[in-house]
């Protein structure tokens, strides 16, 4: 049926799964690319070394992570050969070692081992030998050896057990031979060359192993399912399919089939899956399912995030990391410094941070230090007694630390008070209690304080402006709110968060913005940072007639500096008159609600005409 250099040979070749066939007398005839790469019969070597065998004086490193298994059957006994001898290694032991071949007089061998019922983790041997550096580790938990010699490392995988080794030249100290995969097919494990076998060269000039014309036992040990392979090659009746078997010390699952020619048995043909090769399969899916959930969390804390802050508009990184921030800050009770230029929203943080703190139920107070007179400041804060001075009220005041009681106190442009009142305010801070003004009881301070600025206090403590002492007690938990410029991305989420609000509070309906319009919004600096874009933008609801807001709306500082570089520029003639001509179409096109035609006839202008300019000014429509 299978004959050498037939079409089923190089059919099989196309296949995904190992292929064997081996005729009556158990000689391969068939062995598919597949089978060669699981078995380690094809594989592109990354060092060359010729061929030979271990000579005396030899340097051996040795990296058995079950002695007897897999390394073809190497016994405590045969370590001798290196100069190690030990009573208390057993088979089933893990043996990391280095030593010279049959010459142990000169050199004392370095080894390390482990028990077989204690096999995990790593275990490693790291040493000088001959005035070489050797490391070498079996990682049991991940699979993988590694020998590092002559500052070059020889990495190996394993599915269940190895016996890896590394050989150093006698003289020259370069390496002469390192153990591979497939190396029980190619007859070159450990106990074979530590007795004298030859070794095969490795690397692009190396002669191809053949296992075509070779009896099956030559390329696989004489286990129990190679020997099930040849019996029924022979004539015995067996066949199964996705079997585990272990076949060359690797986990495979196998499909055994007789072949049967004329009414006589001419072979049988043997179908290899890797095992191996399938939990590297399941292990990138688990990783690729772990970084899934990883980024649905993420995505979820980013949408958490956002949910319970939803005026803090924008992705940016910036304003993504004062979001992270004012969760932080929201589940502690330590004092937060908000610092910012003005208008870049710190009462409205300050306010966020308050509705997800354990405060939230009680007030919110917010008082702005500048915009009240110094002289009356003090008593807004800690409230008066009666007669506490010309004017008072009989019964007195309560003041905003009174009013705030078990919410939150908000200090807004705490760099403008005076030195006195700072002195005062340290106090409350420091012992959470306070007098109110002409008061002799002392009251307990139960509220949040949150304070802001747009000054730099580090600054403003050097010229002796700002109290150094309650400068620390303030900045616990500093929190800087970029401006507008440095996080230009959210541009466009703060547009489209703030013009349906302008628009009710306005009542001029529900309006857009025009492509180029947005295009000057997100070039513009914003020196008045976000509470400039909301009044641009409410000033624009009011002149635009239509729907739609074009650049024409927007009244900006069109200052230079005040624009991007590329901006920066002054626009010819012929610029300005075709964007006036892309957005009075935009606006046709807007104000008759997408009717092409009506848009035409307002515009005055052919239809080829308009689909001209359409193509000119590249709209989508």
């Known amino acids: 049926?299978?004959?050498?250099?037939?079409?089923?040979?190089?059919?099989?070749?196309?296949?995904?799964?190992?292929?064997?066939?081996?005729?009556?007398?158990?000689?391969?005839?068939?062995?598919?690319?597949?089978?060669?790469?699981?078995?380690?019969?094809?594989?592109?070597?990354?060092?060359?070394?010729?061929?030979?065998?271990?000579e005396k004086g030899?340097?051996?490193?040795?990296?058995?992570?079950?002695?007897?298994?897999?390394?073809?059957?190497?016994?405590?006994?045969?370590?001798?050969?290196?100069?190690?001898?030990?009573?208390?290694?057993?088979?089933?032991?893990?043996?990391?070692?280095?030593?010279?071949?049959?010459?142990?007089r000169h050199h004392v061998p370095r080894y390390v081992y482990r028990t077989g019922g204690n096999l995990h983790d790593?275990?490693?041997?790291?040493?000088?030998?001959?005035?070489?550096?050797?490391?070498?580790?079996?990682?049991?938990?991940?699979?993988?050896?590694?020998?590092?010699?002559?500052?070059?490392?020889?990495?190996?995988?394993?599915?269940?057990?190895?016996?890896?080794?590394?050989?150093?030249?006698?003289?020259?100290?370069?390496?002469?031979?390192?153990?591979?995969k497939g190396y029980t097919a190619r007859g070159e494990d450990v106990n074979a060359l530590l007795s004298g076998k030859e070794f095969r060269s490795k690397g692009s000039d190396s002669e191809l192993f053949n296992v075509i014309g070779k009896n099956v036992f030559e390329i696989h040990n004489n286990n129990s399912t190679i020997k099930e392979f040849y019996d029924v090659a022979v004539g015995n009746d067996i066949r199964y399919s996705d079997e585990y078997k272990e076949i060359n010390g690797r986990p495979t699952i196998c499909s055994l089939f007789p072949v049967d020619k004329g009414g006589s048995r001419s072979g049988a043909v043997l179908i290899i899956k890797d095992v191996s090769e399938i939990k590297k399969i399941i292990r990138e899916r688990d990783e690729a399912l772990q970084n899934l959930y990883k980024m649905e969390r993420?995505?979820?804390?980013?949408?958490?995030?956002?949910?319970?802050?939803?005026?803090?508009?924008?992705?940016?990184?910036?304003?993504?990391?004062?979001?992270?921030l004012a969760l932080k800050a929201a589940k502690s009770n330590s004092t937060v410094l908000i610092l910012g230029?003005?208008?870049?929203?710190?009462?409205?943080?300050?306010?966020?941070?308050?509705?997800?703190?354990?405060?939230?139920?009680?007030?919110?107070?917010?008082?702005?230090?500048?915009s009240i007179p110094e002289t009356l400041l003090e008593s807004e804060l800690f409230g008066y007694e009666g007669g506490a001075f010309t004017g008072a009220k009989t019964g007195g005041k309560a003041g905003l630390f009174e009013a705030a009681q078990g919410g939150t106190l908000f200090l807004d442009e705490i760099g403008e008070i005076s030195m006195s009142l700072q002195s005062k305010l340290l106090q409350v801070l420091q012992d959470k209690s306070y007098y109110k003004v002409g008061g002799k009881d002392i009251k307990k301070l139960d509220a949040r304080i949150i304070v802001a600025t747009n000054k730099n206090l580090e600054e403003e403590v050097q010229r002796g402006r700002f109290r150094e002492d309650l400068y620390y007690r303030i900045n616990v938990f500093p929190i800087w709110m970029p401006p507008l410029r440095e996080r230009k991305e959210d541009i466009y989420t703060l547009v489209s968060m703030i013009l349906p609000r302008v628009c009710q509070r306005t009542g001029c309906g529900e309006k857009g913005v025009s492509g180029e319009a947005l295009r000057l919004l997100s070039s513009y600096d914003y020196p008045g940072n976000v509470r400039e874009l909301e009044n641009?933008?409410?000033?624009a609801v009011n002149?635009?007639?239509?729907?739609?807001?074009?650049?024409?709306?927007?009244?900006?500082?069109?200052?230079?500096?005040?624009?991007?570089?590329?901006?920066?520029?002054?626009?010819?003639?012929?610029?300005?008159?075709?964007?006036?001509?892309?957005?009075?179409?935009?606006?046709?096109?807007?104000?008759?609600?997408?009717?092409?035609?009506?848009?035409?006839?307002?515009?005055?202008?052919?239809?080829?005409?308009?689909?001209?300019?359409?193509?000119?000014?590249?709209?989508?429509?």
């Open 122 to 180: 790593k275990l490693s041997l790291d040493c000088r030998y001959q005035g070489i550096r050797i490391a070498s580790s079996i990682d049991f938990n991940n699979g993988t050896v590694a020998i590092t010699a002559d500052e070059e490392t020889y990495r190996v995988e394993f599915a269940k057990s190895i016996g890896h080794m590394v050989v150093l030249d006698a003289d020259t100290k370069k390496m002469k031979f390192y153990q591979a």
């Open 1 to 54: 049926m299978f004959e050498k250099d037939s079409f089923e040979r190089q059919f099989t070749d196309m296949m995904n799964d190992g292929f064997i066939f081996i005729d009556s007398r158990g000689i391969i005839q068939i062995y598919n690319s597949k089978a060669k790469e699981i078995f380690g019969i094809e594989y592109k070597p990354e060092y060359s070394h010729g061929s030979g065998k271990i």
């Open 341 to 370: 230029e003005s208008g870049t929203g710190k009462s409205m943080l300050a306010k966020a941070i308050h509705e997800n703190s354990s405060y939230s139920g009680n007030p919110f107070i917010a008082v702005n230090c500048s």
């Open 58 to 104: 030899d340097i051996v490193i040795i990296a058995d992570s079950c002695l007897g298994k897999d390394d073809g059957g190497l016994l405590p006994e045969s370590l001798k050969c290196i100069g190690i001898r030990n009573g208390s290694i057993r088979c089933g032991d893990a043996v990391v070692a280095v030593g010279s071949y049959k010459d142990d």
């Open 536 to 539: 641009i933008l409410e000033r």
């Open 543 to 621: 002149l635009a007639e239509g729907k739609t807001i074009f650049s024409r709306h927007l009244a900006m500082n069109r200052n230079r500096k005040n624009y991007r570089q590329d901006d920066e520029r002054s626009r010819t003639l012929k610029e300005i008159l075709s964007e006036a001509e892309k957005e009075a179409i935009e606006e046709a096109i807007a104000t008759n609600k997408g009717d092409y035609k009506a848009a035409m006839n307002v515009l005055d202008i052919s239809k080829t005409a308009f689909y001209e300019k359409v193509r000119k000014h590249r709209m989508e429509l």
């Open 298 to 324: 993420k995505l979820s804390d980013e949408e958490a995030t956002d949910k319970l802050l939803p005026d803090l508009a924008g992705d940016s990184k910036e304003i993504t990391n004062v979001k992270k």
